[in-house]
């Protein structure tokens, strides 16, 4: 140790955890943070913070509850009488969550101590949730102010931990959604832990099957700790045109690949999927940014991606680490990557808007230097969003508006910097921004993303804290896998959003490719072909805000089974997440079976059950989750609903052959009771619908797709001109 760390040391105090090393993701454990009060003491008045985080969904340390989950206790061996309390926003950005531990009366001098347990079992708390998801280098930031006066000294050295993940827990297969006769490919076979974290030390034999003309799948594949959960098989072909899913099994879990459709000849246009927005622990998220891209074009298997850290955090040094991550990752026809930030303004000043580059090279051009201390380029900060667009509308440059902490605000727009806007990420599914979108008049596709902030890029699972859904995905229908070609194709709105699977989804309007604008003569042509993850529940064509046809046009149901779905937020803003526990009785038949219906993380599940009543945990973010109850009779008498956000009481008579509403308010809030719709009761569906009766001028039309699972596609809209 040098001798200024050395003095920091012996003046500020220092900082030890016990026991140190490795945490598995998502356990409960028990462990001690000291603190040795260092030369300078704490006066009355001073402050110790430890501080985490804002990604980190570890369980928030409670002190009131000694029995329960996250109890912690704080202690000194000085004279002097402390208070403390769990801060969310108690330090700077991006070490926002803090005990805050303050000097009340008398002082505390060098070789006291401030001792900290966390998940205390002495008095029967199961202990303390570590995180769910993986990180080298987890730190606690420690922060004192020995003196009182509101100025923090960071220690130089800080506590941290290894998070490691669980045991396999889920398979995943990951294919191409389209390839020629012969072509080669290659299958990507995943082990996740049940956060959703690669099963890094898992091994085994995984075996692989497939139906049809497959050449070169080998009956199973090994996994050693040297695979680090993810297996790719190459050297497999498909010797005959048709729709193939490979199958796995490993020990009792079993899995499906998604739809690979196989053609005769090539075309023009094919699909590439991406996850286009995250950030790396350079400012708000996990791990560094070379992690990011590794972890996107190894173990998430995308073909394209970008990087999004928020601008006001992103140091010259930074912008240049992603803009060479970018350019040393990218190799065309294997994976694309794009430089690019999150302008990340406040809602009224334009709201978060992402922006990428196209060529390597670029300046930065932020919001702020709100917590950048170099500020020798504070004359290239642009703000509010209009002077963004005034400085990139030369360049190659995308503006994409985005849901975050902070909302977009649709108030602005530039048509030739903004082609799509952003619907759906691990913050939720934001079909209002959607619609406001179409009342305004805006020609824009849609997009999906992660933000992913935990170091998964295209498998961004959310845990269990801000983040509410999986992380969306982007399909893209271009003429290559290249930088250019990617662009040109978001450029063109010829692309779709999902809630994360790889759906696959063909829509065509009078020959016309999604995101086309087009005059129409007579009745416009859709024609869609669909492929699922999943067997489809339902296929809306929406003519701007109006659902005009649905498919099935007459939906099959099972009477003996009943679903009870709740969606929705509580606010456009930051504080959306609608927390929906609870529990519902049924009078009159007893309940047969249970099963949730869309929970996005395993810390949404049924908590009990039995022949008359379910309880469960789950939280909405625009998103739907739910039940569905399965009953050896057609349910009679009634139905009685209790949650965290609504209380009902439902004669089920009133169920009928459609779906009854309960509305909450909020952002959509509302439950909807049904008997079990059946879809198309296959993963496939093919149609053609014409609109009879169009309306004249320019109408968007576009597509989305649900399936049984709750998860979902959304095309970008055809825009077409009528003739009245």
Known sequence: MNSTKMEHKTMYGRAEIEPAGRVTAGSTTSFILTYYVGRYGIDDGGTLKICVRFASDWGYPQFEDPGGLNYATVQTSGRSKISYRFDLKGYIRPYQKCIVIDVEQWALAEGDVIRIVYGDQSQGSAGTMVQTFREYQFQYKVAVDCFGTGQFVELEEHPQLEIVPDQPAKLVLIAPTQIVVGELLSVGVKLEDQWGNPAENACGEVFLEAEGALAGLPECCVFTAEDRGVCIIEGVRITGAGVYRIRARFGDIEAESNPIECLDTSTDLRPFWGDLHGQSGETVGTNTVEDYFRFARDVALLDFTGHQGNDFQITEETWAEISRCARTFYKAGRFVCFPGYEWSANTPAGGDRNVYYLNDGEDIFRTSHWQIADRTDLHTDRYPVQSLFDELRNREALVVPHIG????????????????????????????????????GYKVGFVAGSDDHKGRPGASYPGSSSFGVYGGLTCVFARALTRESIWEAIKARRCYATSGQRIALNAQADGHPMGSEFSAVGSPRIQIAAEGTANIEEICIIRGLETVYRFPEKMPRNRKKLRVKWSGALIRGRARIARWDGRLQVDGVPIRAVEPFAFDSAAEYVTSWDADHVEWKSVTSGDEDGLILEFDKEPEGKLHFDSEQTTFSLPLDQVGDGVHCVEVGGEELRVEIEFMPLGVTAKRADFVWSDSNPLPGCQPYYVRLTQVDGARAWSSPFYIHCEG
């Open 405 to 440: 902490g902070r909302p977009a605000s649709l108030a602005f727009h530039d048509p030739d910097l903004e082609p799509v806007i952003e619907i759906y990420s691990a913050w939720g599914q934001f079909e209002w921004l959607l619609r406001e979108a179409i009342e305004r």
